[in-house]
């Protein structure tokens, strides 16, 4: 009988310290979410941009996941998988991510994604896509709460500089995928979720000039060597 009493003790603590474990996993979900994300950060270099260029990527748009916590988490498990081919950095929104090839769920969830296979920077059109979680600074979330008409973007490929200044910011329909076809205007475009989620917030922004990297003026210089805010 003193056995079995111990015992149901035993598994009355265990189960009450799961309990524990479940409801602070369940408390504190965004923040812990939000660390996953912003843990990972990847070295950028000429060298690993011109490797990743050449790897597959997928960009089957339908099947992006919204960002839970169980997307981050496998993100995070396999973001070796992840194709860093740049980076992007807007200053004045406290935006400064590694731009990853495609749109997977891994891509997304820790990266700002390509949007089609044949994009280059400084070429044409170049669409990036991004999730908007809650906090406000994580990811893509900035361009709803920062961005504004005017504002720089700079992308990189760890070798030149490209410079563009926002001229649209709109919000649009998830079917309007027009967007991000390719332009004889040099532009970039950039999309997000808006705040409900039915639809998509569009930065796009018109180019202005590029420079090697080494030209680059300090303070970009410095926003790119620094952490990325994803």
């Avoid at 997928?58 to 980076?87: C, M, N, P, W």
């Avoid at 990853?100 to 070429?123: I, W, Y």
């Avoid at 406000?136 to 973007?153: A, E, M, N």
Wanted: proline letters at 4%; hydrophobic letters at 35%; a positive charge.
């Amino acid at each position: 009988m003193r056995q079995k009493n111990e015992r149901r003790r035993w598994w009355g603590t265990l189960i009450f310290l799961l309990l524990i474990l479940v409801s602070l996993g369940l408390i504190f979900n965004e923040q812990i979410k939000t660390w996953m994300v912003s843990s990972y950060q990847p070295k950028v270099t000429t060298g690993s941009v011109r490797r990743n260029q050449k790897k597959k990527a997928t960009y089957d748009f339908k099947k992006v996941k919204s960002l839970d916590f169980s997307t981050v988490a496998k993100a995070r498990l396999k973001s070796k998988d992840i194709h860093v081919v740049g980076q992007i950095l807007l200053p004045q929104s406290n935006i400064h991510l590694p731009i990853g090839k495609g749109v997977s769920n891994e891509v997304l969830a820790l990266t700002a994604g390509t949007m089609r296979p044949d994009q280059k920077m400084g070429e044409g059109n170049y669409p990036l896509a991004g999730h908007h979680m809650v906090s406000h600074t994580v990811l893509f979330s900035p361009l709803y709460f920062k961005t504004k008409l005017g504002q720089s973007i700079y992308l990189t490929n760890a070798k030149t500089v490209y410079q563009y200044k926002v001229t649209v910011r709109k919000f649009i329909p998830p079917t309007d995928v027009q967007v991000v076809n390719q332009t004889k205007r040099k532009l970039v475009t950039l999309i997000t979720c808006d705040a409900t989620g039915a639809n998509r917030l569009m930065i796009r922004g018109k180019y202005v000039q590029k420079m090697p990297y080494k030209q680059a003026p300090e303070s970009v210089r410095k926003g790119f060597a620094g952490s990325f805010n994803n």
